[in-house]
């Protein structure tokens, strides 16, 4: 795989590069730190989705049962109970 030099020739529409600016700024970001953090968030959920279906049926329910039945440490924060 070629190595891309980094420079992108990007031309959303006016309306969404106007958005995309005030939002930039209102993060103390750069157009171009705002794009970067949107194409990494991006390629992030998509990996996401295809993890999990990747590991559909490669659970080992022993295991699980193993994790959930042994002994518990301490009581949970107050917040994080399970609900009854």
Do not use: C, H
Request: net charge positive.
């Amino acid at each position: 795989m070629k190595t891309a030099s980094g420079t992108y020739p990007l031309r959303p529409p006016p309306a969404i590069k106007a958005e995309a600016e005030r939002l930039a700024a209102s993060e103390g970001l750069s157009f171009n730190q705002f794009a970067a953090a949107a194409i990494a968030e991006k390629v992030g959920a998509l990996r996401t989705a295809d993890y999990f279906p990747a590991r559909n049926g490669k659970i080992d329910w022993n295991a699980f049962d193993r994790v959930m039945k042994r002994a518990r440490g301490e009581a949970p924060r107050p917040g994080d109970e399970m609900p009854e």
